[in-house]
């Protein structure tokens, strides 16, 4: 079974096509309601570590050893895993962060994670 999941900055519009949307950033983005937001679900606890956060620091180069890390704590974190494969495998679902980077993030890191979960 193929799963859908997308990644979005919470600074992209809202879309309804975007299907179930989870915040999975450990602090809520500034200058946002809930409203604005739209998320469905804030998974806080699925984020980083705040010391592994704190350590990556969003550099790229550190990138393979953030996504070894993080996933060891996913790992530990069996049952908020298993929550969003059970949304993943009722349709769409949006990991939506806050950083800057759209290309080395939790929630890119998260959706591989799931997807080779999903398969396995």
């Known amino acids: 079974m193929t799963i859908d999941i997308r990644v979005k900055r919470v600074y992209e519009p ?3 096509a975007d299907g179930f949307r989870v915040l999975v950033d450990r602090v809520w983005p500034r200058g946002f309601t809930k409203e ?9 606890d699925i984020a980083p570590s705040a010391g592994l956060r704190k350590w990556y620091c969003h550099d790229p180069a550190q990138w393979p050893e ?3 890390h993080y996933f060891a704590e996913l790992d530990a974190n069996k049952e ?3 929550q969003l494969l059970q949304k993943a495998k009722q ?3 949006t990991l939506l962060y806050a950083a800057r980077d759209t290309e080395f993030n939790q ?5 591989e994670y799931l997807t ?4 396995a």
């Open 14 to 16: 809202f879309d309804p």
């Open 36 to 44: 604005k937001l739209h998320a469905d679900l804030w998974l806080r």
């Open 66 to 68: 953030f996504k070894a």
């Open 80 to 82: 908020l895993v298993g």
């Open 91 to 93: 349709g769409r679902l």
């Open 107 to 111: 929630a890119v890191a998260l959706k």
């Open 116 to 119: 080779v979960k999903s398969t």
